[in-house]
């Protein structure tokens, strides 16, 4: 018998366009999604028909952080830099321009931003006030993907050039190139407890690269995970599963420990997507939520079979 089963809960509508990006609101249950319509949308699991608009950008929506602790959503507007959304009025709090190029993931600590565009620019971006403190190209190609990494002061970026920059959280310096894959590198994430660094491709393999500490990235595996590129990767909060999505359609549920296969989330199996998945969020162990350009946003529930 298969360790988990999936089952499709809900999908919820509404979005005009491809939907791009999802983030975790500050309610129980809550999240955010937005996409190529330029929509911010506002949900429940607990109220599915009840989504509500957010925020409207002149433009595609590819990143959205949440912080916490300012109860604020960061929405990256392509070609138009920042607003932050107060989440308690419901309305802009601030804004900044950066420049014209697409802004693909906006990651957050110390009271900072990091933010990478398409132009491979590194944009570091103080709260408050809100400024730039950094600005720096680090690549002819789009950064598609960053992640923190405090204990090691240090961040990694994923490129469109094939490598993952290892970049000093102090002062920017570079600290390690990794020619990372074939082709783009989309996602990354790090394993709880920081053990491993994954890496997805527009090349379909889904890497893993050790991280000990005080010592450089090594990879230790490859595996062809899916059919076409990787769009993210996500590990669940309890660190049990992670779960990998595709342009193939798929949604792959894996063993965290083990890097077995353990579910294909497919249209044909699950009643999944018909398109392109590009988003992943994970709202406890047992609740995963998807993205993709068909419009929808999709909720599963991961059944454990002990």
Same mark, same amino acid.
């Not at 590819?62 to 830099?81: C, H």
């Not at 970049?167 to 783009?184: F, G, P, R």
């Not at 249209?267 to 047992?286: C, P």
């Given at each position: 018998?298969?360790?988990?089963?999936?089952?499709?809960?809900?999908?919820? %509508?509404?979005?005009?366009?491809?939907? +791009?990006?999802?983030?975790?609101?500050? @309610?129980?249950?809550?999240?955010?999604?937005?996409?190529?319509?330029?929509?911010?949308?506002?949900?429940?699991?607990?109220?599915?028909?009840?989504?509500?608009?957010?925020?409207?950008?002149?433009?595609?929506? +590819?990143?959205?952080?949440?912080?916490? &602790?300012?109860?604020?959503?960061?929405?990256?507007?392509?070609?138009?830099?920042?607003?932050?959304?107060?989440?308690?009025?419901?309305?802009?709090?601030?804004?900044?321009?950066?420049?014209?190029?697409?802004?693909?993931?906006?990651?957050? $600590?110390?009271?900072?931003? +990091?933010?990478?565009?398409?132009?491979?620019?590194?944009?570091?971006?103080?709260?408050?006030?809100?400024?730039?403190?950094?600005?720096?190209?680090?690549? &002819?190609?789009?950064?598609?993907?960053?992640?923190?990494?405090?204990?090691?002061? &240090?961040?990694?970026?994923?490129?469109?050039?094939?490598?993952?920059?290892?970049?000093?959280?102090?002062?920017? %310096?570079?600290?390690?190139?990794?020619?990372?894959?074939?082709?783009?590198?989309?996602?990354?994430? +790090?394993?709880?407890?920081?053990? $491993?660094?994954?890496?997805?491709?527009?090349?379909?393999?889904?890497?893993?690269?050790?991280?000990?500490?005080?010592?450089?990235?090594?990879?230790? !595996?490859?595996?062809?995970?899916?059919?076409?590129?990787?769009?993210?990767? @996500?590990?669940?909060?309890?660190?049990?599963?992670?779960?990998?999505?595709?342009? !193939?359609?798929?949604?792959?549920?894996?063993?965290?420990?083990?890097?077995?296969?353990?579910?294909?989330?497919?249209?044909?199996?699950?009643?999944?997507?018909? %398109?392109?998945?590009?988003?992943?969020?994970?709202?406890?162990?047992?609740?995963?939520?998807?993205?993709?350009? !068909?419009?929808?946003?999709?909720?599963?529930?991961?059944?454990?079979?002990?």
């Amino acid at each position: 018998m298969s360790p988990v089963t999936i089952k499709k809960q809900q999908s919820f %509508t509404g979005h005009k366009d491809c939907v +791009y990006t999802l983030e975790r609101g500050p @309610e129980t249950g809550s999240f955010y999604s937005a996409g190529a319509d330029g929509l911010v949308a506002e949900w429940n699991l607990s109220r599915p028909d009840e989504g509500k608009l957010l925020a409207q950008a002149n433009t595609s929506v +590819y990143a959205l952080k949440f912080l916490e &602790e300012e109860n604020l959503l960061v929405v990256g507007q392509n070609f138009d830099g920042i607003r932050l959304i107060n989440l308690k009025s419901r309305k802009e709090q601030g804004s900044l321009k950066l420049n014209q190029a697409a802004i693909f993931t906006i990651e957050a $600590y110390n009271n900072k931003l +990091y933010i990478g565009s398409g132009d491979g620019t590194l944009w570091v971006v103080s709260l408050n006030p809100l400024r730039i403190i950094h600005q720096e190209k680090i690549s &002819e190609k789009s950064i598609r993907a960053i992640r923190i990494f405090p204990e090691k002061a &240090e961040f990694v970026a994923g490129l469109s050039d094939n490598t993952i920059k290892v970049i000093d959280l102090n002062n920017y %310096t570079l600290k390690q190139v990794i020619e990372a894959h074939k082709n783009s590198v989309f996602t990354l994430t +790090y394993s709880p407890g920081n053990q $491993y660094l994954l890496s997805g491709s527009r090349d379909a393999h889904l890497n893993i690269w050790s991280n000990k500490e005080g010592g450089a990235y090594r990879k230790l !595996d490859g595996i062809v995970a899916h059919m076409y590129t990787i769009n993210h990767i @996500e590990y669940s909060p309890e660190g049990r599963f992670f779960a990998s999505c595709s342009m !193939d359609k798929s949604i792959k549920l894996w063993d965290a420990s083990s890097f077995r296969l353990l579910k294909v989330i497919d249209r044909a199996r699950h009643a999944g997507h018909g %398109t392109s998945v590009n988003r992943l969020l994970w709202m406890d162990e047992q609740t995963l939520i998807s993205a993709s350009d !068909d419009r929808t946003v999709s909720v599963w529930e991961i059944e454990i079979n002990e």
